[in-house]
């Protein structure tokens, strides 16, 4: 695959290539003291732009939502109305629930122009296999849950992400879109009646599209901390694309 | 066997920096944390919102409406006054007054338009804050009201003004939608005084900011001086639902 405007040459077999997906990679040679590092090329642009883009979008669309949450803090009736949670107002975006709305409504667009994006790339890219958990990945869950849980050995990694983070994007994906949908059945219940009427009702979307939100705050959360834990390097790739010292065999 | 490129580590430096300011578009979106500008993005944001809207609104689409039995009992049925939540109409002097682009404008009583036919009604009432209640209406489609006034089909809006100083518009979408309604019924009896005796909107393809109560005025307009009490504090201008 023919990427950007570098010309670095790879090499790898037919299964690598499938197995790894990194496209490019390098050897860096510090000239002074003669040390070689590896780095291989592990976020194409639009990947990155969209990652970063979503991460602000995210977090507007949460902090919105939870003040207009605030509005009506209840799936119950309004009469008598039970409150579930009174959300601090300082931990919200908007100040009101007219700000909020204009919030939500305006960074709804570019929380779906961003996923639209980065979805429609990885699958055109053919580089959704570098992300995708799918029955192959089955077989490492296992040996990864004991590395990461039970302090089990580090299973070799063949590949950009290890079966686990193969599941935990492919789930923040999933949940994405499901935050879309749930979102249209409770903005508009009458154009799109048939999604509320496929999440039980328009009571019920209103849970999912709050349950989803608390299950992508999961999913934030597992994920800086694995950026914590996975160091600067690791940080970086995702600002740069290149990712030094991969620990994976990158192309051969 | 590693067959791959070797680079020295400045010209890495020299790939990664440039790389990284590929990502600078990304910064616009700290134009949203400028105060000057925070203001005109959302608003233009929710703007497109509203134009999005009416592009997904159909107008042969009828709201979903509900048996009597998952009618919300109508002492649940909550009253949301803006301002008082009985604005003291006298029921007996009543009139609505009719302006605007419209052939026959003037005073319309509560008999007149109660010659129309009758419509009733089991549909949602969609709160901005979250909550909704199914309720019954009855009253006459707005649709026919305006064919009584001769309303002006290429106007673009209907707006309302009421007896405790709100008002509200309508786009002539909407206001022609056949379960538009000029309400004057709930659950088989006259509005009561709270629901907004003697004549409401029961809009069930709009949000519940519309569903405007104590009418007392309508015109029919193209452009609007103003659109609505929420809407003009920043609320959605069309919320359709």
Redesign the interface.
């Known amino acids: 695959m023919q990427m950007g405007g570098?010309d670095?040459?790879?090499?790898g077999t037919q299964r690598d290539r499938q197995a790894t997906m990194a496209s490019r990679?390098?050897?860096?040679?510090?000239?002074k003291t003669g040390e070689?590092a590896e780095?291989v090329y592990e976020h194409p642009?639009i990947v990155?732009?969209c990652h970063?883009?979503n991460a602000?979008a995210l977090f507007?669309m949460v902090g919105s939502g939870l003040q207009?949450?605030r509005?009506?803090p209840?799936f119950g009736?309004?009469?008598p109305?039970k409150d579930l949670l009174n959300w601090p107002k300082s931990l919200a975006i908007g100040g009101w629930?007219?700000?909020a709305?204009?919030?939500h409504?305006?960074?709804?667009?570019?929380y779906i122009g961003s996923g639209l994006l980065y979805v429609g790339y990885q699958l055109f890219s053919g580089n959704y296999r570098q992300v995708l958990f799918t029955k192959r990945d089955l077989p490492g869950v296992w040996p990864m849950a004991q590395h990461y849980f039970f302090f089990g050995p580090k299973p070799p990694l063949k590949e950009a992400y290890n079966p686990l983070q193969k599941h935990a994007y492919t789930s923040a994906i999933a949940l994405g879109i499901l935050s879309v949908l749930t979102g249209f059945a409770i903005w508009?219940?009458?154009?799109f009646?048939w999604l509320a009427w496929l999440m039980g009702g328009?009571?019920l979307a209103?849970l999912w599209h709050f349950l989803i939100m608390w299950a992508m705050l999961a999913f934030v959360f597992g994920h800086l901390v694995m950026v914590i834990l996975h160091g600067w390097n690791n940080f970086?790739s995702m600002?740069?694309?290149?990712k030094k010292d991969p620990q994976y065999p990158?192309?051969? | 066997m590693k067959a791959y490129r070797r680079i020295d580590r400045r010209k890495f430096q020299t790939v990664t920096r440039r790389e990284l300011l590929k990502l600078t578009p990304v910064l616009a979106l700290g134009a949203f944390a400028i105060p000057k500008l925070q203001e005109p993005l959302l608003k233009a944001g929710l703007g497109f919102s509203d134009w999005a809207s009416s592009k997904f609104f159909r107008t042969g689409l009828l709201a979903p409406t509900f048996a009597d039995s998952d009618l919300t009992p109508a002492d649940k049925f909550p009253i949301n006054g803006y301002d008082v939540e009985d604005p003291e109409v006298d029921l007996d002097k009543w009139t609505l007054t009719v302006s605007g682009a419209v052939q026959h404008p003037g005073e319309y009583s509560l008999a007149q338009i109660k010659t129309l036919p009758e419509v009733s009604q089991n549909t949602r009432h969609v709160c901005v804050e979250g909550w909704d209640v199914i309720g019954h209406f009855s009253g006459v489609r707005l649709s026919d009201f305006l064919q009584m006034i001769g309303a002006d089909p290429a106007a673009r809006f209907v707006s309302v003004e009421c007896a405790d100083d709100y008002y509200e518009s309508l786009d002539m979408a909407t206001a022609t939608h056949p379960q538009s309604l000029l309400c004057y019924g709930m659950y088989g009896q006259p509005l009561t005084r709270k629901h907004g005796a003697p004549l409401r909107l029961n809009i069930p393809t709009k949000i519940g900011y519309k569903q405007a109560k104590y009418l007392t005025d309508l015109k029919v307009e193209t452009v609007l001086s103003k659109f609505g009490y929420w809407e003009d504090q920043g609320y959605s201008e069309f919320y359709g639902l």
């Open positions: 570098h670095f040459s790879r090499a990679a390098l050897e860096i040679e510090d000239l070689v780095a642009l990155r732009v970063w883009i602000v507007v207009i949450f509005a009506f209840s009736a309004k009469i109305q629930l007219g700000g709305l204009q919030w409504l305006t960074f709804m667009w570019i508009k219940p009458v154009q009646s328009f009571h209103r970086v600002l740069t694309g290149w990158s192309s051969g």
